[in-house]
C-alpha cells in the first residue's frame, strides 16, 4: 500500500551502497563472499518537491539535487513523528523550493550598481 504525499512532505528513503568502507551511517552492513566490499543500506532525508502524473514524485536534497522515483517503492517512506524530531536538522537545511536558493533581485540590482 502506498502512502500519499503531498508537496513539502518529509520522507526517508533507504538507497542501498557498496564500497570497501562503510560510513558512520551504514546499516544492514554485510560483507562480500571474500570480504574486500560491504553493501549496507543508508538512510536519506529527502522532502517532496512534486507530485508529478503517473504516480511519480520529484524529491529534492539537501544539497539542491533532484530525484524522481515512484511513490510506491518499497525504499521510501514517510518520516515518522520520531524520525522528524531526531532529524528535524536534515530537513531543514533542504530548500522547499528553487527560488530559496537564488538570492533576492535586490541583491542582483546593487551587485550591478556597485
Known amino acids: 500500500m502506498s502512502a ?37 543500506v543508508v538512510e536519506k532525508f529527502w522532502i517532496v518537491d512534486a507530485v508529478l502524473p503517473g504516480n511519480q514524485l520529484r524529491l529534492r536534497t539537501r544539497r539542491g539535487k533532484i530525484h524522481q522515483l515512484s511513490s510506491d517503492d518499497p525504499n521510501l517512506r514517510p518520516a515518522g513523528w520520531l524520525k522528524r524530531f531526531l532529524y528535524r536538522n536534515r530537513f531543514r537545511e533542504i530548500p522547499t523550493s528553487p527560488e530559496v536558493a537564488t538570492p533576492p533581485a535586490d541583491a542582483t540590482n546593487a551587485a550591478r550598481r556597485a
Not at 568502507?21 to 546499516?27: C, D, E, K, L, T
Open 4 to 40: 500519499s504525499y503531498s508537496p513539502g512532505d518529509w520522507v526517508i528513503y533507504r538507497k542501498s551502497k557498496r564500497s570497501a568502507a562503510p560510513g558512520p551511517r551504514a546499516q544492514d552492513v554485510m560483507a562480500a563472499q571474500k570480504g574486500e566490499k560491504y553493501s549496507y
